[in-house]
T-cell receptor, first 113, second 111 residues
Framework: DAEITQSPRHKITETGRQVTLACHQT?????MFWYRQDLGHGLRLIHY???????NKGEVSDGYSVSRSNTEDLPLTLESAASSQTSVYFC????????????FGAGTRLSVL | GQQVMQIPQYQHVQEGEDFTTYCNSS?????IQWYKQRPGGHPVFLIQ?????EVKKQKRLTFQFGEAKKNSSLHITATQTTDVGTYFC???????????FGSGTQLTVLP
């Protein structure tokens, strides 16, 4: 069965360190998204990609970057982790052929100390 | 930019009572999607509404899309403990391949 997986599921890091969160989907979807979820803010879009070599900034992109070298993966990098980036991060994928319904990974809980 | 607002933010109901969450968009939507997130889980797609005035049912859940395609609602009849979670509406934005999510309504069902 097709799926979308995130790793790690939990991560603790220190302020200033670079952190990369992995997202891998086997749906063969062109669209991939990264969100962060914080209490009282719902799901906020960080970065998104509509295909290989395409990346775009979302509403809360400062301090984050992504790259898309293949269809399956969209890793999210925190260049220099800050305490304000402590959050739960969700990756999602979608495809126009499937009405742009988004399928979410299980999430990564990141703590920056 | 587009805003999608949801009310209420929290709702506590006794098991067996009904529950409704409302979603309002600042712009006309081509469609609206609803997702459910169980505690500790990830958002899972429930339904998509496309037509003006559309009503769809899934067992005890009734979804409506407003005539002006700017608002939507989710009504749960006779809530059960399995209904616990946060319900999000989401509308297309940007190139329509993105979604703007509402802030969600967190439902607690008291046994």
């Amino acid at each position: 069965d097709a799926e979308i997986t995130q790793s790690p599921r939990h991560k603790i890091t220190e302020t200033g360190r670079q952190v990369t969160l992995a997202c891998h989907q086997t749906w063969n979807h062109n669209n991939m998204f990264w969100y962060r979820q914080d209490l009282g803010h719902g799901l906020r879009l960080i970065h998104y990609s509509y295909g290989v070599q395409d990346t775009n900034k979302g509403e809360v992109s400062d301090g984050y970057s992504v790259s898309r070298s293949n269809t399956e993966d969209l890793p999210l990098t925190l260049e220099s982790a800050a305490s304000s980036q402590t959050s739960v991060y969700f990756c999602a994928s979608s495809d126009p052929r499937e009405k742009n319904i988004q399928y979410f990974g299980a999430g990564t809980r990141l703590s920056v100390l | 930019g587009q805003q999608v607002m949801q009310i209420p933010q929290y709702q506590h109901v006794q098991e067996g009572e009904d529950f409704t969450t409302y979603c309002n968009s600042s712009t006309t939507l081509s469609n609206i999607q609803w997702y459910k997130q169980r505690p500790g889980g990830h958002p899972v797609f429930l339904i998509q509404l496309v037509k003006s005035g559309e009503v769809k049912k899934q067992k005890r859940l009734t979804f409506q899309f407003g005539e002006a395609k700017k608002n939507s609602s989710l009504h749960i009849t006779a809530t059960q403990t399995t209904d616990v979670g946060t319900y999000f509406c989401a509308g297309p934005s940007g190139s329509a391949r993105q979604l703007t999510f509402g802030s969600g309504t967190q439902l607690t069902v008291l046994p």
